[in-house]
């Protein structure tokens, strides 16, 4: 007989799985993106470019960075919570 897994009294199919992996693959990708900006931030720190680091930071950029690691932050705790509701 065959192990089941339950969650909330329900039980966890592969299809559960999978769409919570394919979730936390495309929160990967968003966090590329969030780390190529630092990457860009610090660059443009090294180099001393003092106008493109003003620009980024006036120009909303970092904002955004900001707000997407906020969601980022949000949809991983809710991922969290849907595998292990008691944690």
């Given at each position: ?8 009294k ?31 931030i ?46």
């Amino acid at each position: 007989m065959e192990k089941q897994v339950f969650i909330d009294k329900k039980v966890v199919t592969a299809e559960y799985l999978q769409q919570k992996a394919s979730e936390i693959v495309n929160l990967q990708q968003e966090l590329k993106v969030a780390v190529n900006y630092l990457s860009v931030i610090n660059y443009l720190a090294i180099k001393k470019d003092d106008f493109a680091t003003s620009y980024f930071i006036t120009s909303g950029s970092l904002g955004n960075l900001n707000d997407s690691l906020e969601n980022l932050e949000k949809s991983l705790g809710q991922i969290s919570s849907d595998i292990c509701p008691d944690m």
